[in-house]
């Protein structure tokens, strides 16, 4: 089992470019998590998900979007990027009550 | 909205020396999980709290559930270097058993020789 894997570790991006944070889980988990955490900060819930074709906004959504086609794959999608999106980012999948992460993405916008 | 706080958001021990971190919320929660994240890590599960007033223990860290559910405590005894890293506590907002999982704002935790 890789467990949940996120695509890319690190990338830079220019203010108004568009990218896709990728996600995905071999464990069949149907609840999975987008966190966004800022340097010494707490996580903080970005959308979340409770099995494929449903998807729901959590603390901080905007300027972010989500899809969610299969149990495996929960992408990110962030459209024109603002310096404010500079984050690490986390994937996450829940099984029972224990959630399982990703290795993250640092994300800078410049 | 659920807010989950923790106190303090940061600790300085000498090894050896005892450490606790609370963690209350806005909202009574159904169960209460804590994490640890080393620095430039990721979050990693420790334990789940479901029962009120419940107390779990693993090795030297001891971990309590409030008994109305609003609030939990992490102590560790006899900090050592490895136990270095930021722990949080995290509880479904909403009063559903997962759904949207909300973090604490964590407790760093610093240990020196």
């Known amino acids: 089992n890789a467990g949940v894997t996120q695509t890319p570790k690190f990338r830079i991006l220019k203010i108004g470019q568009s990218m896709t944070l990728q996600c995905t889980q071999d464990?069949?988990?149907?609840?999975m998590y987008w966190y966004r955490q800022d340097p010494g900060m707490g996580l903080k819930l970005i959308y979340y998900?409770?099995?494929?074709?449903?998807?729901d906004k959590g603390e901080v959504p905007n300027g972010y979007n989500v899809s969610r086609s299969t149990t495996e794959d929960f992408p990110l999608r962030l459209e024109l990027a603002a310096p404010s999106q500079t984050s690490v980012y986390f994937c996450?999948?829940?099984?029972?009550?224990?959630?399982?992460f990703g290795q993250g993405t640092r994300l800078t916008v410049v | 909205g659920q807010q989950v706080m923790q106190i303090p958001q940061y600790q300085h021990v000498q090894e050896g020396e005892d450490f606790t971190t609370y963690c209350n919320s806005s909202?009574?929660?159904?169960?209460i999980q804590w994490y640890k994240q080393r620095p430039g890590g990721h979050p990693v599960f420790l334990i789940q709290?479901?029962?009120?007033?419940e107390v779990k223990k693993q090795k030297r860290l001891t971990f309590q559930f409030g008994e109305a559910k609003k609030n939990s405590s992490l102590h560790i005894t006899a900090t050592q270097t490895t136990d270095v890293g930021t722990y949080f506590c995290?509880?479904?907002?909403?009063?559903?058993?997962?759904?949207?999982?909300?973090f604490g704002t964590g407790t760093r935790l610093q240990v020196t020789l």
């Open positions: 709290l479901v029962k009120s007033g």
């Open positions: 909202t009574t929660l159904s169960n």
């Open positions: 996450a999948s829940m099984f029972g009550t224990e959630a399982f």
């Open positions: 998900s409770v099995g494929a074709g449903i998807t």
């Open positions: 995290a509880g479904p907002q909403g009063g559903g058993t997962a759904s949207k999982l909300t």
């Open positions: 464990m069949n988990h149907n609840y």
